[in-house]
């Protein structure tokens, strides 16, 4: 008889060295992760780097803006297709895949990534060209280092399982203004000498506080918070009906022409939608919906 293995659900865990000298946050999102991809369709390596783009996502905003919404964009090497990743305060992920053509989204010259976090102010974008050879953690880095100011250490790892996706997870160490030299030492060393994530993924027990104590053992820490993730998606009627009637005049006239209901499914978790011509035009200010039958101009003027 098989006894069943009760994997840890999803998580991210902050914490700060009692000496002011570190930062660090760790991520587990391997079912986050197995149901995006799900959602996406994809595998291979495709599927990988959307599972690390999904975990670094979860990083960057829990280290930058743990209460706002941060989204990653890949652009693929030779502009081959892109890879997104949103994350939400409320810990809502999802991922969206565009193969532009290909077969797959892969990182090579060319690649870019794009930072999106919402502020008070609105939103902070910055871009980096993704260094050779470094992925999508590397990548990371390279954005907080330039963009950012911030000297951090990522690692974002998803493990192959066939021809789809394994366990997924990350950590972000950040060094604070108040770090010691011979304290920034001592983790130089020790992020050194860490096991691999995916080692460490390939232990059924482990979970994000684990990770957290491996890395910060020997050293004094406090918990700052602890919150659950995984894949959801903030579309809704609403949502879509917005979005729909801020196209222009010319484009919501041809699609309900002939009268029929548009049947639309969504780009982050493949829900179907169904919107009736007269739900579109209620949707849209009163003069403007004249306007597409010349009641109140034309449709070049709405």
Known sequence: MVRAVSLPPDSVVRAVTQDGSFRVIVALTTDTVKDIVA???????????????VTGSVLVREAMAPTMRVQLVLQGAN????????SHPDGKNRGIVNLGGGR???IGEGSLLQVLRTTAKGVHQGVVQIPKDSGVSGALMAYMQDSEQVASFISATTMPLGDS???????????????????LMIMTERLASFPPLDQLLAD??????????????????????????G?????????????????????????????????IKCDGCNKEYIVTPAELLAAIAPDASGALFGGGGTVGDA
């Open 104 to 106: 797959e989204v892969t």
């Open 165 to 183: 996706v394994g366990r997924s997870g990350g950590y972000f160490v950040q060094l604070l203004p108040e770090v010691d030299r011979s304290l």
């Open 204 to 229: 059924e027990g482990v979970t994000a506080r684990s990770i957290l104590d491996e890395l910060l053992y020997g050293m004094p820490f406090a918990v700052t918070s602890e919150s659950s993730i």
């Open 231 to 263: 894949f959801g998606c903030h579309c809704s009627q609403e949502r879509l009906l917005a979005s729909l009637a801020s196209l222009p005049r010319t484009d919501i006239a041809d699609m309900i022409k002939d009268n029929e209901p548009l049947e």
């Open 79 to 86: 502009r081959g297709g892109t890879l997104v990743a949103d």
């Open 39 to 53: 959602a996406q369709q994809v595998s291979g390596s495709t599927a990988l780097r959307l599972g690390e783009l």
